[in-house]
């Protein structure tokens, strides 16, 4: 069992960075792959970033403004988010799958976490 804890939204201006972070419990988080997704209102939930151990996945619309990161002494995830856009805006969501394909492909990990919320003011 994983539980998935996220801090760090906020409200940000557009052009503005922050740094989400997701605090994971389980003695084996370092055989996990994590990621994040993201929903706004009105929308479906999307991927965003994944990483697992030796490789790190983006979706086309956060490349290059968005690096994820992980910390397996810390069993934590970050997501360093650069250059904010108001369609940013979105509860960010925190998620564990034992192989990157159910987050990255399958869009479908084994746990999730509560989501914080990312406001980005134009």
């Known amino acids: 069992q994983v539980q998935l804890v996220e801090s760090g939204g906020g409200l940000v201006q557009a052009g503005g960075s922050l740094r989400l972070s997701c605090a994971a419990s389980?003695?084996?988080?370092?055989?996990?792959?994590m990621g994040w997704f993201r929903q706004a209102p009105g929308k479906e939930r999307e991927f965003v970033a994944a990483i697992s151990w030796d490789n790190a996945y983006y979706a086309d619309s956060v490349k290059g403004r968005f690096t994820i990161s992980r910390d397996n002494a810390k069993k934590t995830v970050y997501l360093q988010m650069n250059s904010l856009k108001p369609e940013d805006t979105a509860v960010y969501y925190c998620a564990a799958a034992q192989v990157w394909q159910r987050i990255v492909i399958l869009r479908t990990p084994d746990y999730w976490g509560q989501g914080t919320q990312v406001t980005v003011s134009s």
């Open positions: 389980g003695r084996t988080f370092s055989d996990y792959a």
